[in-house]
């Protein structure tokens, strides 16, 4: 592999039981069998030299002589063999997604969004997008912290209790305050414009994001275990227990400039359709669509989807 992925989302289950599918049967896991060998061998061997003189008339000749001499000799070997063997296991893990990916391919089964698609297709989207969390949404947004922290520390209950503190001084006559208690008095008065200030920022800021706190809260409701990934053309509700990354960590990916890829099944496109409960009867076909009706609607106020929109369940998301 020339190059390393960031994996920000991954669904082993998903992604196991499709390989399971297409191989009938998934191997997470290969063995590799490393043999070695060696050869130990013994030889032995024996000789001898056997020699003597022969004298005989042979007819016709003269009597003579004759030497012989000759070698024998006998050897054995014997041989043994050793061998030991060595296991190397490869585990899929994150790979198994670009193993799925090249399964796809080369049955040609994963479309873009360049092409045509149906539902049920896999696809692959590479695109910028963001993270809409709608949990943080709610907690960043609650209306007495906002009010709190908004207006730098200072609280209803500090103020009432300043203010009584300088009613009580104003009916007492400045003349019979001695220099001290008059400076004191100047000093109260001045803190408790400061707070009157502040605690009204705090509250015009949390009555501007009233709104975004009842989207929060409900986003919430209805995606308690589910974080929005919003694309450029599509949106992927992602199960918060495969991301890779916590909820502060998912926040270093707002305004992120780099483009990512979603790998997928494509499930539906959206529809943004007038009120299905604006008449006077509402059948049971109706209710059925409540949920998806409540939720475009909310999202699409938002920007958050647009008519035709993809709508893709996740199966892995990575920066490449």
Same mark, same amino acid.
């Given at each position: ?6 994996y920000?989302y991954?669904?082993?289950i998903?992604?196991?039981?499709i390989?399971a599918q297409?191989n009938?049967g ?12 060696e050869?130990r061998?013994l030889?032995?061997? @024996?000789?001898?030299n ?6 005989? +008339?042979v007819?016709? &000749?003269? /009597? ?9 000799g ?6 043994k063999?050793d061998s030991?063997?060595?296991?190397v296991?490869s585990?899929y893990?994150?790979?198994?997604v670009?193993?799925l990916?090249?399964?796809?391919k080369s049955?040609?089964l994963?479309?873009t969004?360049h ?5 049920g ?6 695109q910028?997008?963001?993270?809409v969390d ?8 609650n209306?007495t912290?906002?009010k709190?922290?908004?207006s730098?520390?200072?609280?209803e209950?500090?103020?009432?209790r300043?203010?009584a503190t300088i009613?009580? @001084?104003?009916?007492k ?6 220099e +001290?208690?008059?400076? &004191?008095? /100047? ?8 707070m009157t200030e502040?605690?009204?920022q705090?509250e015009d800021i949390?009555?501007n994001?009233k ?5 929060g809260e409900l986003?919430?409701a ?9 694309g450029?053309n599509?949106n ?11 909820k502060?960590?998912?926040s ?7 483009s990512?890829?979603i790998l997928g099944?494509l499930?539906n496109?959206?529809r943004l359709?007038d009120?299905?409960?604006s008449g006077d009867?509402?059948s049971g076909?109706?209710?059925?669509k409540i ?5 475009n609607?909310i ?5 958050l989807?647009k008519?035709?929109?993809?709508m893709i369940?996740?199966?892995?998301i990575y920066f490449?």
């Amino acid at each position: 592999m020339s190059y390393l992925r960031e994996y920000l989302y991954i669904d082993n289950i998903e992604i196991n039981s499709i390989l399971a599918q297409i191989n009938e049967g998934l191997n997470q896991k290969t063995t590799r069998a490393q043999k070695h060998q060696e050869i130990r061998e013994l030889s032995h061997s @024996q000789s001898a030299n056997i020699g003597g003189e022969a004298k005989g +008339k042979v007819p016709f &000749l003269a /009597e003579g002589g004759v030497n012989t001499s000759a070698q024998a000799g006998r050897g054995t070997n014997h041989g043994k063999s050793d061998s030991t063997e060595d296991l190397v296991e490869s585990v899929y893990n994150d790979y198994g997604v670009e193993v799925l990916e090249n399964e796809l391919k080369s049955q040609d089964l994963l479309r873009t969004d360049h092409e045509d698609l149906r539902y049920g297709d896999f696809v692959t989207f590479k695109q910028k997008f963001i993270v809409v969390d709608f949990s943080v949404i709610e907690a960043l947004t609650n209306q007495t912290m906002i009010k709190e922290t908004m207006s730098q520390g200072d609280t209803e209950s500090e103020f009432q209790r300043l203010r009584a503190t300088i009613q009580k @001084q104003e009916k007492k006559s400045r003349h019979n305050m001695n220099e +001290k208690e008059k400076a &004191l008095f /100047e000093q109260r008065k001045a803190q408790l414009n400061s707070m009157t200030e502040n605690i009204q920022q705090g509250e015009d800021i949390a009555y501007n994001t009233k709104s975004v706190h009842a989207f929060g809260e409900l986003g919430n409701a209805i995606f308690n275990d589910s974080v929005l990934v919003r694309g450029e053309n599509y949106n992927a509700y992602c199960e918060r227990k495969h991301f890779r990354l916590n909820k502060i960590q998912l926040s270093m990916l707002q305004n992120n400039t780099r483009s990512g890829t979603i790998l997928g099944v494509l499930e539906n496109r959206t529809r943004l359709i007038d009120n299905p409960f604006s008449g006077d009867d509402i059948s049971g076909k109706d209710l059925a669509k409540i949920d998806s009706y409540f939720l475009n609607t909310i999202l699409s106020n938002f920007n958050l989807l647009k008519d035709n929109d993809f709508m893709i369940k996740p199966l892995a998301i990575y920066f490449s």
